[in-house]
C-alpha cells in the first residue's frame, strides 16, 4: 500500500492497519441488516449484537449480518453512531480507493461548473455521506483546501488527503488547512490542533457569484464561510432591489452583500458577535457599497425584531442550529416558531421572509410545520413562494434523508 508517513500518529495508525491479519468484525442483530442492505451510512450502537477483535475508536471494521453475510465497510467509533460506513464492497481502502472518491468528488463539482468558474472560486468539494466519505468535509476556497473531520477514522486518513488533492488541483493547491480541533468526537482520547497541513496561505478573500467575501478559516466559525446558502443568497437578489432588508444573525453578511448588489435602499446587518460584526463591515467596504446604505447591529434578534414594527420590507432569519440532539428539539422547534412568529408580525405589508434552519434533527416537515404555527399565532395571510435547501456541491444521499439539513422558505406576508 503506498501510503505516505507525515506525522507519529499515523504512522502508528498505518502500520497497524498493514500489519492486522483480519479486521475487527461487528455482527448486527437480527433484522438491523435491513437499514445498511438500503445503504444507510450508519450504524448505531443498538444495532450491535457482537463485535469481535481488538476494536479502537477509528479502526476500520468488517459489518456482517448475524447470519455471517458480509454487509460494509466502515470506521468505528464511540457513541450512539457506532460505525460510519465508507464501502459496501469488502476491498481494500488503500490510497487509490480514496483517490477515486476524491476524483469522483471532484468530477462532479466539476459538471456543476464550480471547479473552473470566474465568478465563484469557493464550494464544498466533499460533503461527508452524500460523498460517501461520512465524516468528511472539505471546502475548497480560492486555492486554499479547508478539511474538517468529525470522525478519528478519517482524521487518521488527512496525510493521504493532501497528497491526493495536491494530485487532483495541481498548482490550483496553493495551501491545506486542518479544521477538526472542534469537530473531532468529544469522546475520543484523540487532540487535534488546527493547522496547515501543506502550504501556508495569505489570500483569504474568495469569489461568490462575482461578490468579494474576506474568509477567516482560521479563526472563523465553521471552515469559514457558510458555502451553503450560495444559492439562497443569488435568490435575495429578486426581491431587495428598493428594500429595506434587515439580515439577522447575519455572521459575514452574505445575504446583506447580496442585497446591497441588488439595489436595496437600506440594509441592517445583525448579528450577537462583535466579531461577525466587524466581518460583515470588511466584506460591504471590499465590495465598495455605500456605507450610507449599510448599518451593523450588535443585538439579540428576537428582542430587535420585536421592537420593529412596519420598518422592513424584507427579514433574513438565517440562525444557527437550535438543536444538535433530538433530546433538546422541542425547545428548538419553540425557539424557531417564536422567531418566526415575531417576524411576521412585524414585517411590513406585502413583506418577504426568508427563513431558514440548519438543525438536522429539525426535518423539512417539522420546519415548515413550525413556521405554519407561527404564521396562524400571528393572524396575518402569509404565502409560500420558494422551498429552500442547500446547493447541489452539499449533495444528500437517497440513501440519507439525514444529509438534508439546511431547510429554508420563502414567505410573502399580506
Known amino acids: 500500500i503506498n501510503i505516505r508517513l507525515v506525522s507519529l500518529q499515523f504512522a502508528i495508525f498505518a502500520a497497524k492497519f498493514i500489519l492486522m491479519s483480519e479486521r475487527s468484525k461487528v455482527v448486527l442483530k437480527n433484522g438491523k441488516e435491513e437499514a445498511i442492505k438500503r445503504f444507510h ?70 459538471q456543476l461548473g464550480l471547479t473552473d468558474n470566474a465568478e465563484t472560486n469557493a464550494y464544498r468539494l466533499v460533503h461527508a455521506e452524500g460523498d460517501q466519505m461520512p ?58 490542533t488546527d493547522g496547515y497541513l501543506f502550504g501556508n496561505s495569505s489570500e483569504t478573500i474568495i469569489l461568490e457569484n462575482g461578490n468579494k ?9 465553521k471552515t469559514g464561510f457558510f458555502i451553503d ?19 439577522t444573525f447575519c455572521y459575514s453578511g452574505g445575504f446583506s452583500v447580496y442585497a446591497l448588489k441588488a439595489g436595496a435602499k437600506e440594509v441592517h446587518s445583525l448579528d450577537s458577535s462583535k466579531k461577525a460584526i466587524e466581518l460583515t463591515d470588511k466584506n460591504i467596504e471590499i465590495n465598495g457599497f455605500d456605507s450610507s446604505k449599510h448599518r451593523s447591529i450588535i443585538a439579540d434578534a428576537v428582542e430587535h425584531i420585536k421592537g420593529v414594527k412596519d420598518t422592513y420590507d424584507l427579514i433574513v432569519l438565517d440562525p444557527p442550529a437550535f438543536a444538535k440532539h433530538n433530546d433538546v428539539r422541542h425547545n428548538a422547534v419553540q425557539a424557531y416558531k417564536r422567531l418566526n412568529a415575531y417576524a411576521i408580525q412585524n414585517i411590513k405589508p ?10 438536522q434533527v429539525v426535518d423539512r416537515l417539522m420546519f415548515e410545520k413550525t413556521v405554519n404555527a407561527a404564521a396562524i399565532e400571528s393572524k396575518r395571510n402569509v404565502k409560500i ?24 422558505l420563502v414567505l410573502h406576508v399580506e
Not at 498548482?171 to 472542534?182: I, Q
Open 229 to 247: 446558502q450560495r444559492e439562497n443568497r443569488k435568490l435575495i437578489e429578486k426581491y431587495a432591489k428598493d428594500k429595506t432588508v434587515l439580515n
Open 385 to 408: 413562494l420558494h422551498h429552500l435547501s442547500q446547493p447541489a456541491d452539499h449533495p444528500a444521499s437517497a440513501f440519507h434523508p439525514e444529509g438534508e439539513y439546511l431547510k429554508g
Open 213 to 221: 467575501f474576506f474568509v477567516d478559516w482560521e479563526t472563523g466559525q
Open 135 to 192: 465524516g468528511l468535509i472539505i471546502d475548497f476556497y480560492n486555492g486554499t483546501a479547508v478539511i474538517q473531520t468529525h470522525s478519528i477514522g478519517m482524521h487518521y486518513l488527512k496525510p493521504i488527503f493532501v497528497e491526493i488533492l495536491k494530485k487532483i488541483y495541481g498548482k490550483k493547491l496553493t495551501a491545506v488547512y486542518d479544521k477538526s480541533a472542534d469537530s473531532l468526537p468529544k469522546k475520543a482520547e484523540v487532540t487535534s
Open 350 to 359: 406585502g413583506g418577504i421572509i426568508f427563513t431558514f434552519s440548519c438543525s
Open 41 to 110: 451510512p450508519w450504524i448505531f450502537s443498538g444495532a450491535i449484537k457482537n463485535i469481535y477483535g481488538d476494536v479502537a475508536e477509528g479502526d476500520i471494521v468488517e459489518v456482517y449480518s448475524v447470519s455471517k453475510e458480509f454487509l460494509a465497510l466502515g470506521h468505528y467509533q464511540i457513541g450512539s453512531i457506532a460505525v460510519r460506513l465508507f464501502s459496501f464492497e469488502n476491498i481494500e481502502p488503500d490510497e487509490d480507493f480514496w483517490t477515486l472518491k476524491l476524483q469522483r468528488a471532484y468530477d462532479l463539482r466539476s
